[in-house]
């Protein structure tokens, strides 16, 4: 082939290396589209970058693009993006806009999802045409005479062989159309009167051109959606798109149906990973084409390619699930105002207990406008009371007195309780009473839990699992017992004190995919329920009307932490927790369990004062240097060989500390769980004042270890602002 004829491109394949690839191409092919090229002795899917590019490499060493498919997968825009966040999180672009790649395109299946349709007799069709058919074609009569009668879907009619050819005669010779059917949309319902601080808000971002970035904090229950919902309307008027990004949990069926009844005539679509593949394809076009005007999406939609997007809002900002935790270690928040930028619109975020990081760009450096809910949007509903009692110290009635009598109150008057427990340090261990050993789990440094119910131990870790010792390993005693209050625990108990409730326990065990907690939700609403005992997955943004006393139980934990974080999502999950009780017209309550009622942040949970904790925050992570006050990254390293591992981090380390920077670097330690998973682990941080100098200082540590011969034993990845640890 002449070799003049073919231009060559860039491309953009899923593999650990810093750079795009060339190919010779001599189709017709522009930027943004998909390509299937040959990679080593693989063939590979890769995403043109550049187009007619000048290539340092000689042409013979050039290979051809085997496949050009036609769908454009991004545009321009989307890949500035992408090089911002692959040089910011550190991280090889080709993987970087892989990552943003439906994986059904990744597997090689473009084929969205299948359509309904319904199938009419044209007006052409008649019994004299009928009769016209050559005798012998059975069922094609037997087709068209059904249609002649009445309408029919697909499932009718599969019970005729063949059926798609003789519909498609029908449809070719116009005897009959198709229509595709679409599920029926939920009841129209009108836009809500906005109090005067709600309407304030949406006067204020309306009138904003450009870029500008907004924060929104608002009490719990204070009305953030309602809000959210009337920016929308306002933007998307001339076809414009909006994207709506949620915390996992929070994107239910009510909140989609919620939507779609406010903005019935709209296309709305979902972005998340309970979606089939080709379900979520298909959503992923509509953003695409523009045909999807408002798109509610999980974190990786923050990548979604759009023909006209109008404004980014963020709800729940303070969410941990806006972090990615593996590979591209993006956080959407940062991600996605970043976008907004560079589409020059609106970017606006929600929450009751902003993220320090947010709250120190808004309120200290006015990178965000701050605009403030301070009144629950229900007028009859008030933030509820909140007691600090003292954590009982009996180990077989782990409910304090107040707290019992408080349920026993509530139940009288067919009112809803919920106990929520944290579930770190809290879960139950198997403890031999004469030598002190506890069941350990062997691939990760932690302790097994206790699964009465299966007669097992887990690790909430690694998930492995074991029958339940019946003596000790150490010392053969069989008189073992078990440590901590747990959820079945803590089931039990109330089970006992309130034999007529309806109680439901909400962990791993009960709870299992999002149709569980579906049900739970609407039994909750239904007051089919009474009591929940549960953990976390309960205290995300769900209005229980008849919920009105919540019980937490020794949270202390989160005082001892080492992660410096520990307070501030103690705050936010507390808060959060507190904001589910008391929605409605009845005062709520809440009950905290301590062993510390008199410590400095239970009070400022009792006031539900987040201005003010926020202020003494800030002050202590400025003292000791933390985030956002600097910038942290972390190099994070795991291997099955413990000496493989010191040796790395040591070179690591040495190499670092020999760089001429003001990055501070501390020596490599070992994470908190030491052992995960049978992999041995170890951290080095970094910080400094300066974006661009940690940015440059972790290109060339990068370049070090990727030219490292021992780095191909050990797995290692830079986490880029962590909030894990
Ligand atoms: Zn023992
Ligand atoms: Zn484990």
Redesign the pocket.
Known sequence: MNLKESQIIKVAIDVPVDDLFDYRCSEQVDVGQFVVVPFGSRKLIGIVVEVDVNTTLPLNKIKEVIRVDEESLFNTELFKLFRFVASYYQYPIGQTIHTAVPSRIKQGVTRGKKKNYIFNASNNLSYEVIHGFPKNQKNLIKIATQLLTQPMNEIELKTVSNWKKHIEYLINHDLVTQVEITPEAPQHSAPLILNSEQSEIVEQIKKTKGFEAFLIHGITGSGKTEVYMHLIDSLIKNEGQVLVMVPEINLTPQLEDRFQSRFHTKKIVSLHSHLSQPDRLENWRLAKSGEAQIVIGTRLSVFTPFKNLTAIMMDEEHDMSFKQQDNLRYHARDVGMMRAKLLNIPFIAGSATPSMEIWHRAVNEKKLKLLSLTKRANEDATLPRVDLIKTSQDLDEPLSTYLKDAIQHRLDQQQQVLIFINRRGFAPVLF??????QADCNRCSSKLVVHKNKQQLRCHHCDYQRTIDS???????VD?MTLGKGTQKIEEQLARLFPLARIKRVDRDTIKNKKDLDQLYADMHDQKLDILVGTQMLSKGHDFPHLTLVGILDADHALYSSDFRAGERLFSQLVQVAGRSGRASIKGEVVIETNFPEHPLYKKIQSQDFNGFAKEELQLRKELHFPPFVMQAMLKTESKNKKYLEAFVTQCFQFMSNLPSKVTCFPPVRPYLERLQGFERSHIYMQSNNRTELNHFLSELRSFISAMKISSRVKWVIDVDPVEF
């Open positions: 031999c009473s004469s030598c002190g050993w003596s000790c390993q150490e010392c053969g005693n073992l």
